[in-house]
């Protein structure tokens, strides 16, 4: 009987989907021991399988389950097993030592009393000045730091967190979300993190789960390899955005030391696309972090954004005339200070966002300038 | 090559697969209930284009039965719902035009694969199969989009833990499109 067609078999992964369903609905204990289940029995196939290339996958996958129920001492001992057995093939040996490093990490973060809902993260480093094993300290010094920084941030955003200006995040302080190091994998030049919240707080449904924080860094990471517009348009509020679009910017290769980074999460906990920059999306990224701040409007103000077709001053009055489309004629708006007046001339047939009060009948019927910005 | 039009029924796990039936029930499911946002319910069956690697497209019928209620609730979140939805008509789609057997899900640390084995062949001749689905589109903009994602999923295979060939599948549910790579070692 093939392997595969071992009843044995089909159980795990029944169990295993159980597992993930119960994984995706938060419901982790269980989740973790369905896993449990699932492992036991893909070992025992594992164990009896004959032919090489099916006894390694299975190996893998008995292993990978044991890992995934949070099981690390378990999981090694069944991957060393496999290590220990000359039918194990090349690719298959690699798989399991990979396997040992990712239980060894996790378990040392559970021994430190974080939640096995921990979320690796990957910056791979390739090309350039980058070799194997191996990368220049100048390359790696600040992109580290500017991983850590976004990844903190994209947390804060995922809670709804107004944008923090400067010193540590709250986040981290009260140790509701951490950011750890871990050291590259051989034969590849990653940095490597895991995001992780403590053990007591992984079971409330508002806690800040890794794999959201990851998730979102990620989708932020997926925007802005399109462009900066694209990270405002994902991420909403401008000051966040603007500090994903320069973070970014700086995570990008130079085409010099670096070709090419690659952001992901080597996991099954996240959903996410792996997004690899390139030298060509290091320019607009820097330029646009670069560029005046974009005013949000303050509360009350409304943005009207239109072409200045002329600016009237009088000694009671002065406006200014605003195309805008979709509308008939230009929206008038009153100007009570004249330091504004002066730069507006200067500006006639530009296009403008303009920051307004609106009308506010029977004293006010015409929208007042409060600032504006020339697009 | 030619080919006459493909069946691909949604209503029952191919005795070709060892699938665990749960793992088979909820893909279908999952493909039935997005298929229900965009198409009639059969009868006829949905009609549908299938293509593998650079042979001429053929024409293909997709078998289904409508979703109930509950399970249109347990597949409420779409993006999962289409993941796993695309799965089900991958698998349906590669026995149904090149033979393939799907040997079952194969677990590594960022996640499982399903593998597969040619018609007639040994199961340690085993491939990947890598699946991208999507739900909404059916212009001409939605067909490249599909074409970037198979090209995409090619890629990955590339990069997969499992250092072994496999085939990649693009599946369009609005489009009723399926794309399938040749095999990429």
Known sequence: ?375 | MRRNTIILDLREKSPAHQLSDGTWLNCAEAARVTLHRFHAVPPPPTPTLLKVAQDEPCGGEIHWLPPTTAERASHANEKDATEQGAYAIAIAAVQALEGWRILGRAHQGSGADYIMAPAGGSDEDFVRLEVTGMAKGADEAAQSELRRRLIIKIEQLGRGDLDRPGVAVAVGFELAWVLVSGVQT
């Open chain 1, 1 to 375: 009987m093939s392997a595969f067609a071992d009843p044995r078999r089909l159980e795990s992964d029944e169990l295993a989907a159980r597992a993930e369903t119960a994984w995706r609905t938060g419901d982790l204990r269980v989740s973790r021991e369905l896993f449990a289940q699932a492992a036991e029995l893909e070992e025992a196939v594992a164990t009896e399988a004959s032919t090489p290339r099916v006894r390694s996958l299975l190996a893998v996958s008995a292993t990978a389950l044991w890992y995934k129920a949070a099981d690390y001492s378990r999981a090694k001992r069944c991957a060393y097993s496999f290590l220990a057995d000359d039918r194990t093939t090349d690719q298959g040996r690699v798989e399991l030592e990979r396997l040992v490093d990712r239980c060894s990490r996790e378990a040392e973060l559970a021994r430190l009393d974080f939640d096995s809902s921990m979320v690796p993260i990957e910056i791979k480093l390739e090309g350039g000045r980058v070799g194997t094993g191996l990368a220049p300290a100048s390359v790696t010094r600040g992109r580290r730091e500017r991983v850590v920084a976004m990844l903190m941030r994209s947390a804060e955003l995922e809670a709804g967190q107004e944008y923090r200006e400067r010193g540590e995040s709250d986040l981290s302080a009260s140790n509701e979300v951490q950011v750890f190091e871990v050291p590259a994998v051989a034969a590849s030049y990653g940095l490597r993190f895991y995001v992780a919240s403590p053990a007591q707080q992984s079971l409330g449904a508002d806690q800040l789960k890794p794999a959201k924080v990851v998730q979102r860094f990620l989708a932020i990471a997926d925007a802005a390899q399109r462009g900066p517009d694209e990270v405002r348009r994902l991420v909403g509020d401008e000051l966040y955005a603007r500090a994903f679009i320069s973070g970014f910017g700086e995570l990008a290769p130079d085409g010099k030391d670096v070709a090419a980074v690659a952001c992901s999460a080597p996991t099954w906990k996240v959903s996410a696309p792996r997004t690899v920059f390139e030298p060509k999306h290091r320019g607009p990224l820097r330029t646009a972090a670069e560029a005046k701040p974009v005013r949000s409007p303050a509360p009350g103000e409304e943005v009207l954004v239109g072409t200045l077709e002329a600016v009237h001053a009088s000694s009671s009055e002065k406006w200014i005339e605003l195309k805008m489309e979709r509308r008939a004629e230009p929206v008038i708006v009153m100007i009570d200070k004249p330091l504004l007046l002066r730069t507006l001339f200067a500006e006639i047939e530009s296009t403008l966002r303009a920051f307004t009060l609106p009308p506010k009948p029977p004293k006010h019927r015409r929208h007042r300038l409060v600032d504006f910005e020339v697009l």
